[in-house]
């Protein structure tokens, strides 16, 4: 973090900053511990040519998150724009491993979090991001529609312009839709973090679960659940819990899949050929 940032956050906080310390801040972002004589604070910093309105979209969601009063984010302190893009500045949570109750904790809290719907559609109030990508959210009142056209069909638009898949490796609206409404039940809208999976959620040190990193819209419940279980799943007390509260329908395993396919192309959209082939074997698995 250079000095003119720092002088600026001093600022901005009415503190004095007596140390500067790098630590992850995702795959998108520089991020900060700052410490001052009283307070934690975490900083991130992006200056791509979007940082403004992918950290404005991120202070939303957290604040949509917390106004349910039924799981834990970071409060934010500050978000800013800077010359070339912004800054973001959050309650510090120091993490800690969680054991087998305090994911159970999350498991319960989760599912709170997921039984708020708001509204009767799916979609969100503005676009927002999905790590540096941006995401639609569009509103519509039928999920295999809004999952389709906002989800799916944007990510795979993009890897054909950017040469990840080929044109003829692409389904045709017609056939996603056919394909996710049979598959897809009648659900009501729940508030989703968008993005769950094991480095976007926080266990403090007092055993409190926290999220953070959303990319949060009104969607099915099974979309985060989904993407939990994509790189090794969390511990088995989690799901337990979290079933406690939705019991299942029938279908999940063949609906994971599909929600998967959205953050694997997502990945491969981000990150390149290592992705193609878990994409294409569900393309041609369910279409």
Known sequence: MDNHLKDHIEYLLCVNIEGVRSVSGGDTSQGYLLETES???FCK??????ADTL???EKKALEAIASTKTIAVPKVVLCEVLDKGGFLVMQYIAPKRASPQEM???GHQLAQLHQNSATDTFGWEADNYIGSLPQSNKVNSDWAKFYVAERLLPQLRLA??????LDDEIPSEKTLLKACQTLFPVVKPSLLHGDLWSGNYIISQDGQPYLIDPAT???HHEVDIAMTRLFGG???SFYGAYNEHFPQIGGEEERKDIYQLY????HLNLFGKSYYRPVKDLLNRYF
């Open 45 to 50: 910093v992006n200056h791509a040519d979007q």
């Open 104 to 106: 159970e904790h999350f």
């Open 39 to 41: 307070e934690l604070f």
């Open 234 to 236: 969390f511990d088995t």
């Open 160 to 165: 054909a312009d950017e040469k990840r898949l």
């Open 55 to 57: 950290f404005l979209a």
């Open 217 to 219: 819209y009104y969607g």
């Open 263 to 266: 953050f694997l192309l997502v």
